[in-house]
T-cell receptor, first 113, second 113 residues
Framework: NAGVTQTPKFRILKIGQSMTLQCTQD?????MYWYRQDPGMGLKLIYY???????DKGEVPNGYNVSRSTTEDFPLRLELAAPSQTSVYFC????????????FGPGTRLTVL | QKEVEQNSGPLSVPEGAIASLNCTYS??????FFWYRQYSGKSPELIMS????GDKEDGRFTAQLNKASQYVSLLIRDSQPSDSATYLC?????????????FGKGTKLSVKP
């Protein structure tokens, strides 16, 4: 099993550009999550999904959108990128809710200039 | 009021010593508690979970939970240089949605040979 995979690993965007961060898991987990981590800070939840077709906002959803059309995939869309979105983005998955272990992908390092 | 607080460190201990990492949380109804280890430039990985008051041991790691004091700790016995990493405390938010796992900012541990 590959676990949780994310692409790309690195990306530089210009202000106002858009992009999609890809996340795929092969563990048949129901729950998937997107976090951002700024330097010296903990992880902040952006969006999460409890199953295909169901998504909900986390703590810091502004400027992002998600979709979940399959169990495996949970892409994160950035529209009109801003310097404040410079961060490391982690996708995670778990079998059930937050009381269960979350498995993290390797992360995407995004810089917006 | 910060929801999950950790001493940012760095905490420096000699090889073979006991490292003690502490975490306090503000939501009295929190039910699940986790310690994640994050090496520099890598994604978090779960090392311990604890759900009830008392101690839970796994190899060189012991998690301690005191819900009355809203306090959770991680002890690492016989610390090794390979334990040098940032340790993130994570707590579920009582009454929140299934996605609400709140992370502290992490404590950076350095084990000196």
């Amino acid at each position: 099993n590959a676990g949780v995979t994310q692409t790309p690993k690195f990306r530089i965007l210009k202000i106002g550009q858009s992009m999609t961060l890809q996340c795929t898991q092969d563990m048949n987990h129901n729950y998937m999550y997107w976090y951002r981590q700024d330097p010296g800070m903990g992880l902040k939840l952006i969006y999460y999904s409890v199953g295909a077709g169901i998504t909900d906002k986390g703590e810091v959803p502004n400027g992002y959108n998600v979709s979940r059309s399959t169990t495996e995939d949970f892409p994160l869309r950035l529209e009109l990128a801003a310097p404040s979105q410079t961060s490391v983005y982690f996708c995670a998955s778990s079998w059930a809710g937050s009381s269960n272990e979350q498995f993290f992908g390797p992360g995407t390092r995004l810089t917006v200039l | 009021q910060k929801e999950v607080e950790q001493n940012s460190g760095p905490l420096s201990v000699p090889e073979g010593a006991i490292a003690s990492l502490n975490c306090t949380y503000s939501d009295r109804g929190s039910q699940s508690f986790f310690w994640y280890r994050q090496y520099s430039g890598k994604s978090p990985e779960l090392i311990m979970s604890i759900y009830s008051n008392g101690d839970k041991e796994d190899g060189r790691f012991t998690a301690q939970l005191n819900k009355a004091s809203q306090y959770v700790s991680l002890l690492i016995r016989d610390s090794q240089p390979s334990d040098s990493a940032t340790y993130l405390c994570a707590v579920t938010r009582y009454g929140g949605s299934q996605g609400n796992l709140i992370f502290g900012k992490g404590t950076k541990l350095s084990v000196k040979p």
